[in-house]
Nanobody
Framework: QLQLLESGGASVQAGGSLRLSCATSGDTSGIYYMGWFRQVLGKAREGLAALHNDDSTLAADSVKGRITISRDIATNTLYLQMNNLKPEDTAMYYC??????????????????WGQGTQVTVSS
């Protein structure tokens, strides 16, 4: 019954910043971790960052140092702050949720609930 809804995507110039949001609706009691992913045509979905309920985090080498994942407990909203954006960051960005106890990874197979995505376009 849990649903995810991404927002905050936009067209920006290289070097700019964006904060993406993932709002949750429904029962989150079975979720152990959530993450941010991106995908472009012709490529597999790529894990960017993840946040566990115990506050552990993961970040992909491709964006490490430029992104920060966080959440607002009061509103059950997940965020991705992205700085120093590059044209190669252009993609559809998705948030996902996983319910596998004892598992924490950026592999897409570990996530069972997905939002519809929000488009990020970075121009040079």
């Amino acid at each position: 019954q849990l649903q995810l809804l991404e927002s905050g995507g936009a067209s920006v110039q290289a070097g700019g910043s964006l904060r993406l949001s993932c709002a949750t609706s429904g029962d989150t009691s079975g979720i152990y971790y959530m993450g941010w992913f991106r995908q472009v045509l012709g490529k597999a979905r790529e894990g960017l960052a993840a946040l566990h309920n115990d506050d552990s985090t993961l970040a992909a080498d491709s964006v490490k140092g430029r992104i920060t994942i966080s959440r607002d407990i009061a509103t059950n909203t997940l965020y991705l702050q992205m700085n120093n954006l590059k044209p190669e960051d252009t993609a559809m960005y998705y948030c996902g949720a996983g319910s596998s106890r004892g598992l924490f990874t950026l592999r897409t197979s570990a996530y069972t609930i997905w939002g519809q995505g929000t488009q990020v376009t970075v121009s040079s």
